[in-house]
């Protein structure tokens, strides 16, 4: 994403943002994370160390028990459509 190091926060309940992964690098990942299940969740990138946020919120997630997911960033800082910070959720199992 070319921003430095990253944390991915669950951003669902405004007053109570959960940071799920802290300083996560290029080409890195987490271990497994647990959420909650429900709908419209929403998940926000920011840069460590930081309040800059890092591409556009995803929004409208909706987290069902018993299932995996995975959360990637992709794109590039200072980038144009299509190429600029986003991240995509799919379902893993």
Not at 42 to 52: D, E, N
Request: glycine letters at 10%.
């Amino acid at each position: 994403i070319g921003v430095g190091n990253l944390n991915l926060v669950n951003t669902t309940t405004a007053t109570a943002v959960d940071t799920l992964v802290k300083n996560i690098s290029y080409k890195g990942h987490s271990q497994f994370q647990k959420v909650n299940a429900g709908t419209a969740q929403k998940f926000q990138l920011y840069a460590t160390g930081s309040t800059t946020k890092v591409g556009t919120e995803i929004t409208g997630v909706t987290i069902s028990a018993n299932r995996i997911y995975t959360l990637y960033a992709r794109g590039r800082n200072g980038a144009v459509a299509p190429y600029v910070p986003a991240l995509s959720s799919m379902v893993t199992r």
